[in-house]
């Protein structure tokens, strides 16, 4: 049970995800997690709107597995394999933190001051969600895919896209935690 608490070390999970590439090659299969929305959107009926959602979803609908296992897992982890210890953090992010108002910083794995019930329900946190929400989806369209489709698929295909999207992946990144999270905390 220890070394299902313990991070993985990468000789162990970056060998399991080439596997996984490879048997996803090998039945040429594309992943990624935005595509699900399409998905989603075409069972809905979204195709009466637009002509992009007339698809055949029932080619993609081993994707929505993985949604559902990711959604499954992401429970069980936090629910049972969580560990209760105090996470390490350097003490300068505890300090960069705690200065824009984020008090108790690695004693929790989500912080209360943005992910309690109150903070995400405020009109802050209301705005935060839905500007973020449209951002993140318009982002993932806009660059044909998401973070784990580009950076995972997309540069194991060795696909110059990818490397252009996973390179503005991480500027955005960077942009957003020293500029724009500050400014909004």
């Not at 318009?138 to 490397?163: D, M, Q, W």
């Amino acid at each position: 049970m220890d070394f299902i608490l313990q991070p993985w070390p990468w000789y162990v999970s970056g060998p399991a995800i080439a596997f996984v590439m490879l048997l996803l090659f090998y039945f040429g299969k594309t992943f990624g997690v935005s595509s699900n929305l399409e998905t989603l959107c075409t069972i809905g009926g979204a195709g009466r709107f637009n002509s992009y959602f007339n698809s055949d979803w029932k080619s993609n609908a081993w994707n929505l597995t993985f949604i559902a296992g990711t959604i499954i897992g992401g429970f069980i982890s936090y629910q049972w394999l969580s560990t209760n210890e105090v996470i390490a953090l350097n003490t300068q992010t505890v300090q960069d933190l705690s200065d824009i108002g984020i008090q108790n910083a690695g004693q929790t794995y989500l912080p209360k001051e943005i992910f309690s019930i109150n903070s995400i329900l405020s009109f802050k946190g209301i705005l935060i969600l839905l500007l973020g929400g449209f951002l993140v989806g318009f982002g993932a369209r806009y660059a044909g895919g998401c973070t784990s489709g580009h950076a995972i698929v997309g540069l194991s295909n060795l696909e110059k896209p990818s490397l252009i999207a996973v390179i503005g992946f991480f500027i955005g990144g960077l942009i957003m935690t020293w500029v724009l999270i500050p400014l909004i905390f």
